[in-house]
């Protein structure tokens, strides 16, 4: 399939592309990395031609199977930045997410996807606002303004939480040196409720992040 795919693969358009990487992703099947740097190349040469979220896709998928390509990142980057309006929220997040995995950092890229996430907070999820901060402290993207609208969106929805989500929130904002007291004691009263599910790690991020807060 794979053989047949890769001679046809400069007839699929923006959606096939972004489809097929995906689901080699979901799958957790790696191709080669021919395959995907063919992908690439044709990803790349039909790029106008991407909407978020075959944009959020081919990136998610390519970073999730452990493939890196500047060239075409700068590209999507690009892309994403001229159709940021019509970014939801999964795409946002999943889009800062492959960024941050690839350590490609691009301010202007940030600061739009977190202009774009403050209009619409309400519509993340716990999974996709924990997952976009974190991305932002990974590669130390600092905007004051969405730090404030997430603690304050956190903090009115904390018990939508799992302890992985507190944990990430807490590490990432320590991460980024952004104290808010009242986002603190909510993360705080949910991790006395559900402390008992929560993984080592998320237990030592959450104290770490006390700990640099003197909390």
Same mark, same amino acid.
């Given at each position: 399939?794979?053989?047949?795919?890769?001679?046809?693969?400069?007839?699929?358009?923006?959606? #096939?592309?972004?489809?097929?990487?995906?689901?080699? #992703?979901?799958?957790?099947?790696?191709? #080669?990395?021919?395959?995907?740097?063919?992908?690439?190349?044709?990803?790349?040469?039909?790029?106008?031609?991407?909407?978020?979220? *075959?944009?959020?896709?081919?990136?998610?998928?390519?970073?999730?199977?452990?493939?890196?390509?500047?060239?075409?990142?700068?590209?999507?980057?690009?892309?994403?930045?001229?159709?940021?309006?019509?970014? #939801?929220?999964?795409?946002?997040?999943?889009?800062?997410?492959?960024?941050?995995?690839?350590?490609?950092?691009?301010?202007?890229?940030?600061?739009?996807?977190?202009?774009?996430?403050?209009?619409?907070?309400?519509?993340? *999820?716990?999974?996709?606002?924990? *997952?976009?901060?974190?991305?932002?402290?990974?590669?130390?993207?600092?905007?004051?303004?969405?730090?404030?609208?997430?603690?304050?969106?956190?903090?009115?929805?904390?018990?939508?939480?799992?302890?992985?989500?507190?944990? *990430?929130?807490?590490?990432?904002?320590?991460?980024?040196?952004?104290?808010?007291?009242?986002?603190?004691?909510?993360?705080?009263?949910?991790?006395?409720?559900?402390?008992?599910?929560?993984?080592?790690?998320?237990?030592?991020?959450?104290?770490?992040?006390?700990?640099?807060?003197?909390?």
């Amino acid at each position: 399939l794979l053989q047949m795919m890769q001679s046809m693969e400069d007839q699929f358009d923006a959606r #096939g592309l972004a489809n097929v990487t995906w689901t080699l #992703g979901k799958l957790e099947f790696h191709p #080669g990395n021919q395959f995907l740097e063919l992908m690439c190349k044709h990803a790349e040469s039909k790029i106008s031609e991407f909407n978020p979220q *075959n944009l959020a896709n081919f990136m998610w998928a390519l970073v999730y199977l452990g493939h890196r390509n500047q060239k075409l990142a700068k590209s999507v980057k690009d892309r994403a930045l001229i159709c940021m309006h019509k970014f #939801g929220s999964q795409q946002l997040s999943n889009l800062a997410w492959a960024y941050a995995n690839s350590e490609y950092y691009y301010p202007d890229l940030f600061s739009a996807i977190c202009e774009r996430a403050v209009k619409q907070l309400y519509q993340f *999820n716990e999974q996709e606002i924990a *997952n976009l901060v974190w991305s932002c402290a990974t590669l130390n993207h600092f905007d004051e303004f969405f730090c404030y609208f997430v603690t304050q969106e956190v903090s009115q929805r904390i018990s939508e939480f799992a302890p992985q989500g507190v944990s *990430n929130l807490v590490w990432s904002f320590a991460t980024l040196n952004y104290f808010n007291l009242n986002f603190l004691n909510c993360a705080a009263w949910r991790m006395a409720h559900c402390a008992h599910y929560a993984t080592p790690q998320a237990l030592s991020n959450i104290v770490w992040g006390f700990a640099v807060f003197k909390y």
